[in-house]
């Protein structure tokens, strides 16, 4: 059976102990040597520097993701705290395309620790995210993502749907790329299932399409799983040319674990040609490699096959060696999956307690700005009045409308604080539609401003005249009222 799955999009290598080894194909070198880890390292270092001086929130999300999946390998959980970073100010910002990516990258660290639950919730929130804008590239990586969840589970069934529904959109849209990789999980799923004939269809699809892309490590694979359907049905000399046929190419490449599942595979088969001393040699090796590397789960492999072996052979203190080994290792197993379960629970609570103190500043931020828009709107009707109270006294019509320009800015950024949530929303904070929304906006305000505007200073106009007139026809009366002798000053 073929124990590797990859899922596209990612840049990490997942393990289950007593599970299959899962996305190994993409980066394997990154966990088979030391170097790979130490440059992920640098990484991060130089991405955190630059972060540092990143002014722009855009920007900062970017690299809090970037810097997250190069953590990823070496320090998962701080590259959950940077990432769940990274979801919330992109959610408050409406940054569709950084929360997508924080999804996705923090799904794949879920699934490197073991917590399969989470990153499928992770991965079904992705899936909806890409489903609403249409991505049906991201839209089938998401389906293959949470079919290899449900298989790392042994979950067959319910991982095979969701390959299934990828594959179909992939044939649909003519997503090559995907192709391959849909093609090597389902030949893996359905081995699983011992449906043998789908099987060695998808395998033998997955080795096409690996040769049309000259990828050595995606034929090795497909070849691997030809080599376990020749194997099952009893084919055992096609099956030997297959699993012979890629141990070159893999020791060159240093993919020590799927050596180890191709050695193991040959000592089953030489087993049941009855070739005892091959069989215990091939198992010997991949235990070997298996020790080595500390794949406890290829481990368990080798020595529960290496006790049957002896077994079988009636070599009691051989299989008695070997059956000691089994506890063994069933026993490291088990705890280290005790201390896994134990690190998700410590995972997921340092994740809440980010969660209820990033609530906490962002409830904090929303009323000093709702405050601040309190403020903003009461200032507005203050300038109108300001203004209604000197138009009662001789003040020079420039400065009305000065107080009118004024009144207008503020009032448009008003509505600009008010509405660009709504508009980003809107938008999908595309810059170019929002710039014509508020230009949009704007054509609409100055035409009523300066109907309001010529209003105001024609009712202003037309007061001043009035107080004009009114004072004219005053002294006229007083005029008219005086008797022809009297005095101009006494009036006598």
Known sequence: MLKNKYVPGDGSIHQKQGVPMFL????????????A??????????????????????????????????????????????????????RALGYRNGENKALKIMANTFIMVGNYPRALELHLQLLKSEEKENNLYEVAEAYISMGSVYVLQEQYREGLQYYLRADSIISAQRFGDLRLYTSLNLGDLYDRLNILDSSFSYFSQALQLAGDMHDSSFMAASKVGLGDCYLKIGRYDTALRYFQEVLPSLKKAGDEDMLCETTLDLAKLYERKLVADSAAYYAGWSLELAKKDGYQSRQLDAVQFLSDHYKNLKNIDSAFLFMNQVKALSDSIDSREKIRQIQVLSTNEKLRELQVEEARKRAEEERRQQLQLLLIGAIIPGIFLVTLLLSRIRIHIGFIKLLGILSLLIFFEYLTLLLHPIVVEFTHHTPVYEILIFVAIAALLIPTHHRVEHWFIGRLTQRKASHGNQNIKLKIQQLKAKKPGDHPETGR
């Open 24 to 35: 190994i194909l993409l980066l394997a070198a990154l966990l088979l040597c030391l170097p």
């Open 37 to 90: 880890a130490y440059c992920q390292k640098e990484l991060a270092d130089s991405l955190t520097h630059k972060l540092l001086t990143e002014k722009t929130d855009t920007g900062r999300i970017i690299l809090l993701n970037q810097i997250a999946a190069a953590c990823q390998i070496f320090n998962p959980d701080s590259s959950l705290v940077l990432l769940q970073k990274s979801l919330d100010r992109s």
